[in-house]
């Protein structure tokens, strides 16, 4: 079987209702050609630098699909793969983003606890891909203009060289993803290769 990875966004889960979508709709119309591989990402970059690291190991993988933060890293997995990837309201700079989260945090799907400081966000920085990087890459971005997490605006110029996406309205969330879904996997089938 093929996998495309499902790289979830932050304080989010594999639970979540895209990442649940995603697999419910591979198995519903290939049953038998496609798995979804959706880890429960840890809450330190160090940590999901060694889970990345693992995951790009497997075989078989032919795609990423991210969400917010999980785009981000969908983006690092395509760079380090030349796969493609679909991206999904991406978080450009999330390093930049997180600054205004410094402190304790609870994840709400684990209860595990952890800190956001400068240390944190300077790690997640080596996951950064440069807008001239993201050129080469065959990479799918999809945004919403209302989202109310992510200015929607820094991804469409940190990806202005790769297909945009972008659609009026929304959320965060990405209103109508299941509606979109098979358009973004095509993307992924039609960009294959199998690593």
């Not at 793969?81 to 450009?92: G, H, Q, R």
């Not at 469409?156 to 965060?172: F, R, T, V």
């Amino acid at each position: 079987m093929k996998k495309i990875v499902y790289l979830h966004g932050f304080l989010s889960s594999p639970k979540s209702v895209k990442a649940q979508q995603t697999v419910a709709y591979c198995q519903q119309y290939y049953p038998d050609s496609i798995e979804i591989v959706a880890p429960q990402l840890a809450n330190t970059p160090e940590q999901v630098a060694i889970q990345l690291a693992k995951i790009l190991r497997e075989q078989d993988i032919i795609g990423f699909i991210g969400s917010s933060l999980g785009g981000y890293l969908a983006s690092y997995c395509a760079a380090k793969t030349a796969l493609p990837a679909v991206l999904i309201n991406p978080a450009a700079y999330p390093y930049q983003l997180l600054s205004d989260y410094l402190g304790e945090h609870q994840h709400p799907y684990t209860n595990e606890k952890f800190v956001i400081d400068e240390q944190f966000n300077a790690a997640l920085r080596q996951f950064d891909v440069t807008t001239q990087e993201l050129q080469a890459l065959k990479i799918s971005v999809w945004l919403q203009t209302e989202d109310e997490t992510l200015n929607y605006k820094e991804a469409e110029e940190k990806y202005k060289h790769n297909e945009l996406n972008i659609q009026a309205g929304g959320s965060h969330a990405f209103d109508n993803y299941l509606e979109c879904l098979p358009t973004m996997l095509q993307y992924l089938f039609n960009h294959q290769f199998v690593k």
